[in-house]
Every structure is written in C-alpha cells, then in structure tokens.
C-alpha cells in the first residue's frame, strides 16, 4: 500500500512540474506564462488578420517565447512567410548591435557628427551614428540571399550588387539579382538626440516585389533597368508584409507586425534574445495626450490649429483637457502612444506644405502597425497607407494613433480644409511618378 502511495506521488510530482513549465511565473518578463494563443480575430476597429495566428505550447518559463520562436511558429503555420523568418532574423540581429552601438556611444567616441562631412540625399548632415547603423543594418540584410532590393534613408550614393555581393552600380536604391522581398528601413531615427541620451529606434518595412527583378549585368543601359527595378519599390503600405520598429531607450524592444496583430518583444541582454513581453497591443481608441512640436504651431493647416484648441481647453469629443508629450523621436513618440493612446503627428505646415517623415520609410511602415493595433494614420484627410509613392525618399504629413482622436481630427479636416489644402491632399493620391 505504502508502495502505491509513493508511485501516485511521484506521478502526481511528474504532472505538475510538466504543467509548471507551461504556466510557472517568468523569471526575466515577471508575466505568467500560459499555453499562448495570440488573437486571431479582428475586432470592430481592426483590419482582418492576413494569416494564421499560431497557439504557442510547451512555453520554457526560463525565456518565454522568444522573437525567433514567434516566427518560427508563424512560418509553421503559414508556410508562406518561411522567407520573412529569415529576414526578421537578420533585423533583429541588427538592432541588437545597433543598441549596444546606442548605449556606448559616448565610451566609443562615437556620437556627434560624421568627420566626412557627409550630407544624406534629403540635405541633412549625417551624424557619425547615421553612417554606422545604416551600414550594420545594410549588411544584415543584404547577404540573407532573400532580398531584391534595399532602400534606406540614408542612402546617398546605394549600390546595386551582382549575386556574390560586389558592388557594380549606383543609383537610388541598393539592389540584388536573387530574392523576392524589398526592405525599407531608417536606420536611425531621431540621431540628433543621441547625444542627449534621449530614445531613438530602427523603422523597418518588408514588401513583396510585384515582380521579379533580375537586371542584366551586361546590358549598357544600367540605368533604365535600375529605374525598373526602383519602380517596382515604389508600393503604397497596403502592400507590406512586414513592419515595426525597434526602440533604444530604458529597454531596447522590438514592435512588430505581420498583418496578423502587433506584438512586442523586450531584449533580454542576459540571454541575447528578445522576449514576448507585450502580446497583441491594442491601441486604446482615445487618449489622454497629444504629441506635436508647437513650435510650428503658427505655420499649421487651420484644421490642425483648431483641433488642438479643442483638445487644450477641454472642448474635444472627450469632454477632457490633454496632455502634451513630445519626445522629437518618432519611435518613441508612437511606442508611447500605441501604448498610452492620444494623437501623434508630425504634420504639414507653411516651410513643410508636405511635412517632414517620408513615406517609405518611414509613414507607411508605422501606419501599417498602428492600423493594425486598431489605430488609424492619416496626413490629414488622407488615408497613408492608400498613398502611392511618386519617389524613394516622398515626404508626408503624418498623424497617427488611437481611433476615435485621429477621427476627430479628421473631421476638422472635412469641415474647414480650404482649397489649397484639398489640392494638396488630391496630389497626393495620384500614383503619378515623380
């Protein structure tokens, strides 16, 4: 008898350690960590979901579930995306050693401005930072044999490489004969406030090409096949397959979606890897805080001016007075507000008729996430992610996140615009190049 009583112990023993490394307390995220099954129907205010959301099981409470086990899951569930595994793989490998560049920029000698002098294609002097990350992230992606094109912001002279790497072309974009995929990124957005210590992140976005690219290394009109190939880049952001950010600040977090949901992912420096420590966000659908640089304020749009009134004296749809957060880095601006809720924009003015953020790289990637947390991003009137490209480097008015505020604001927009704003709206609809 005393024998029975030891074996149904000892069974009893074995079924709750197998039940505790499910659902015992994570140690490095301090969530409990259930059997996971990210959300995989959309809710009134979110778009339908692209693919299937894996259910996660057998979750290690040591580590949680990583970045890599996440896309590791989605590729098994959606064959599909086997190839976006790959790249996602050499981002986060990246942003990785971006951080650790970010964190010891000061002990490196690092910060400050690039002794060549080098001045980006859109005239803005670059920061030593600028020239570093690009390449770091450049690099990352180029050899993953998954990519026919790269395009970054701070590309001026971008190459175009024959299979083995080697460069043989420059022009606009940076570009491979193998791969289907087309990465847009920032490398480094808000660089200037690096020497500060303020946050800074990488913005990433990952299209399909519409169409194979292959040039011909032989041919003597390069540039004609180049200017091909660079058009096949220009895709308004309801063509992305892939988008985020990655944030460089008290934590270094990557937010990320695949059409199917945002979610977000912590460093773990301890283990290298990044940790699932915000699953399917959602964007309140209003807020308490708007984040603008009222500096511009007297050269806005009228709308603009109007509705931030509103929100200051208490006179919006809220009934509420709020708040004024801006951090002058578009990633942390937004990772506050997809978080917190409220309104971010950096929008058109009288020196900026088109604002400042540019589309690709910037505007599409972070309207694609915020949509897809249940936000909305506008230039004002216009829907971004609907806006066709006319030129790599195309700058926008950007206003973005939660639902109801972002409305609003469009509201105004319909009442008051006058004709000059409305022709600039209707320009930019047109899918006419540049």
């Known amino acids: 008898f005393k024998m029975k009583i030891l074996k149904l112990s000892f069974a009893l023993l074995s079924i709750w350690k197998a039940q505790s490394f499910v659902t015992n307390f994570n140690v490095h995220t301090g969530l409990k960590i259930p059997e996971i099954s990210l959300k995989s129907s959309a809710s ?106 790269i395009a970054s912001e701070e590309e001026n002279s971008p190459v175009m490489l024959d299979n083995r790497g080697n460069a043989v072309y420059s022009n606009d974009v940076l570009l491979e004969q193998e791969g289907k995929y087309v990465a847009v990124f920032d490398p480094l957005d808000g660089s200037s406030n690096v020497d500060a210590g303020i946050p800074t992140g990488t913005i990433f976005g990952i299209f399909e090409s519409p169409e194979e690219c292959l ?78 640089n009222e ?72 309207a694609f996430l915020v949509e897809q947390a249940g936000g909305m991003a506008l230039t004002g009137k216009n829907r971004i992610m609907d806006l066709h490209p006319k030129s790599v480097h195309q700058r926008v008015p950007c206003i973005l996140g939660s639902r109801d505020d972002v409305s609003e604001l469009q509201r105004y927009y319909d009442d008051l615009s006058d004709e000059e704003i409305a022709q600039r709206c209707a320009s930019r609809m047109s899918s006419e190049l540049g």
């Open 215 to 292: 040039v011909d290394l032989d041919i003597e009109d390069m540039d004609m096949a180049a200017k091909q190939c660079l058009s096949n880049t220009l895709q308004p952001g309801t063509q992305l397959v892939a988008a985020g950010y990655c944030l460089y600040s008290s934590s270094t977090t990557i937010v990320i979606t695949l059409g199917n949901g945002v979610n977000g992912f912590t460093l773990d420096e301890s283990i290298g890897e990044f940790i699932l420590t915000h699953p399917s966000i959602q964007i309140p659908n209003r807020g308490k805080i708007y984040s603008f």
């Open 44 to 149: 009134n205010s979110q778009p339908d979901f692209r693919w299937t959301n894996p259910k996660i099981s057998n979750v290690c409470d040591e580590t949680g579930v990583t970045l890599s086990r996440y896309m590791m899951e989605m590729a098994k569930a959606n064959p599909e995306l086997s190839e976006v595994e790959s790249i996602i793989s050499s981002v986060q490998t990246a942003c990785k050693t971006i951080s650790n560049l970010v964190r010891r920029s000061s002990l490196r000698g690092i910060t400050g401005m690039d002794p060549s002098g080098s001045i980006n294609v859109q005239g803005e002097e670059q920061k030593k930072l600028d020239v570093i990350t690009n390449n770091v992230l450049k690099r990352a992606l180029q050899y993953t044999g998954k990519l026919a094109t």
């Open 295 to 366: 500096s511009n304020r007297l050269d806005w749009d009228e709308p603009l001016v109007q509705y931030i009134n509103a929100l200051q004296s208490g006179k919006s749809d809220s009934g509420s007075r709020y708040s004024s957060r801006y951090i002058g880095s578009m990633v942390g601006d937004v990772h506050r507000t997809l978080l917190y809720g409220g309104i971010f924009g950096y929008p058109a003015d009288k020196k900026n008729p088109d604002g400042k953020l540019r589309l690709l790289y910037e505007a599409a990637p972070m």
